[in-house]
Each structure stands twice: as C-alpha cells, then as structure tokens.
C-alpha cells in the first residue's frame, strides 16, 4: 500500500490512540498522534536572521531525530513505553543521537559531520541573545550576523533538513502499512 492511500484511507476512520507515528509523504508532513492525524512540519525548511527562527528550525530537526529513534525501537506505539523513551530522549545531548545515527549507519560520516557543525550553531544561539555572537564553521568561521554567513548557514540547514526528511522516508518505509492499517 502506498502511503499516500493509508493517509486518505484513515483520514476517514477513527485512529487508535495506541498509535503515533510522523509520516513525510512527497512533501507532504503528518502526525497521527493521540487519535487525530495532524498536518506536520513544511516540507521546506526556512529560515530567518534572528535567533528564534534559528532555534525553531533546530528543534525541528531535532524532533525528527526523536521520531526516527522512536520509530527504529519501539515503533508506532503511543503506549507508555513511548512515553518512557521520550523521556529519556530529552536526557541525550544532540551530539549523542548525532553519533549514534552514524554508529547505526543511518547517516554517512560527511553528514553526521554536516549536522554537528550545524548544530554547533545551536548550541551557541541558546547561550546568547543575539545571531551578532554565533559563527557559522563550515570550513571557516564565519558570523552569522554577515549576509554571506547567514546566506551559507541557511542554505546549510536547509539541504541538510531536505537529506534528514528523505533519511527519515528511508527510516518509514520498514513500516507494514497493511499490519498498521488494521490497528488503526
């Protein structure tokens, strides 16, 4: 079954609470969670000069992070032990679930060190109020207060959120959309 048939097949029907689950279809995002399916996350990442918008496309990615681990060990399940493992989730650093994507194989090495630069930006936009003291290290430092540091940082973030959604994909399609269609 296609995902785009699951989606409109229980858009009509009502959805377990037992289940929860992010699904990217084309460009399209959904999260059926606590009964109800909702629309998901832009397909496109944007990006604003300011530290809040910056911060917001992290926690995006961040939450697909969550949702790829969830889904790689527990699967679909809404119950408490989704509950437990989000939990514990929160308690791991980003660098951790960074590394341990690569430790599964789940992202290359040049990737894994795309999104730790990233995320070094991150880190540095949390413990500041303004974009005027976070650089950007690429390959060499560069602020994010200049056009050209913002320009590369956001057309960075946005490629690498573009590769975690088709990770993610690659990450769903070892669900059994026939053996979930029916615990709906």
């Known amino acids: ?44 990442l944007t990006v604003s000069k300011n530290r809040d918008s910056v911060l917001l496309a992290f926690s995006k990615m961040a939450f697909l992070f969550d949702e790829m681990i969830r889904l790689r060990i527990i699967g679909y399940s809404n119950q408490s032990n989704s509950t437990e493992l989000l939990y514990l989730l929160n308690l791991i650093p980003i660098n951790r679930k960074i590394r341990t994507f690569l430790d599964w194989k789940v992202f290359s090495p040049e990737f894994t060190r795309v999104m730790s630069r990233l995320f070094e930006v991150r880190n540095d936009a949390v413990h500041c109020i303004s974009l005027d003291e976070v650089n950007y290290n690429p390959k060499n430092k560069i602020s994010l207060a200049s056009a050209i540091g913002f320009k590369k940082f956001s057309l960075d973030i946005q490629k690498a959120w573009s590769e975690l959604s088709k990770t993610y994909v690659k990450q769903q399609e070892k669900i059994n959309w026939n053996v979930l269609e029916k615990e709906i």
């Open 1 to 44: 079954m296609s995902i785009s048939k699951y989606i409109s097949n229980i858009k009509r029907k009502k959805i377990s609470p037992n289940i929860r689950l992010y699904v990217i279809d084309n460009n399209r995002h959904y999260f059926l969670n606590e009964g109800l399916i909702k629309k998901g996350f832009d397909s496109k």
